[in-house]
């Protein structure tokens, strides 16, 4: 219990430094780097910095992998303008479970975009979890049809040149 104590000792200035730009606050610039050196002499002070604990530390940083997208997105187009969308949302995060749908719909109008259409229609939609081991994950899919009204317009292949 004593090491849960000492270890959520070591992560308040990490939490203190990294919430300082939310909100109606003023930014400074140095908040993150006397965080960082708060951090730093308090994992000294508690006896953090041997090679077991930094190790556990490099260890569970690459399993976690914090800045990794929390979703992984794949298109894949058919004839006709019309394409299936898939989203596999990484095994371990910490949030992001409600944000399938606007995930899925920032993915569908990036699209449209850089197509050149008009706009899209909603064919199917469906969110879920995929139960795999050692980790579930959610998982979502559509598909769309992506629309020209504008015959000017002609649309361009999605995905580019392959």
Same mark, same amino acid.
């Given at each position: ?28 610039? &140095? =908040? ?10 308090? +994992?000294? #002070?508690?006896?953090?910095? @041997?090679?077991? !604990? ?39 995060? &910490? =949030? ?10 920032? +993915?569908? #109008?990036?699209?449209?975009? @850089?197509?050149? !259409? ?45």
């Amino acid at each position: 219990m004593r090491h849960i104590v000492r270890f959520s000792m070591l992560l308040f200035p990490f939490a203190l430094a990294a919430c300082s730009g939310f909100g109606n606050t003023v930014k400074e610039s &140095s =908040g993150p780097a006397a965080g960082t050196v708060g951090g730093v002499w308090m +994992a000294q #002070r508690l006896g953090y910095l @041997k090679p077991e !604990y930094l190790a556990g530390s490099l260890i569970a940083y690459a399993i976690y992998d914090p800045f990794a997208p929390t979703w992984e997105i794949q298109v894949t187009e058919f004839d006709g303008g019309f394409c299936r969308i898939d989203l596999n949302m990484k095994r371990l995060a &910490s =949030g992001g479970d409600g944000e399938a749908r606007q995930t899925f719909l920032r +993915a569908v #109008r990036s699209l449209v975009a @850089k197509g050149g !259409y008009t706009g899209f229609d909603e064919l199917r939609y469906e969110e879920g979890i995929d139960s795999t081991r050692p980790f579930a994950h959610r998982v979502a899919s559509g598909e769309i049809r992506l629309v020209n009204t504008n015959p000017r317009n002609s649309p361009q292949s999605i995905m580019g040149n392959r």
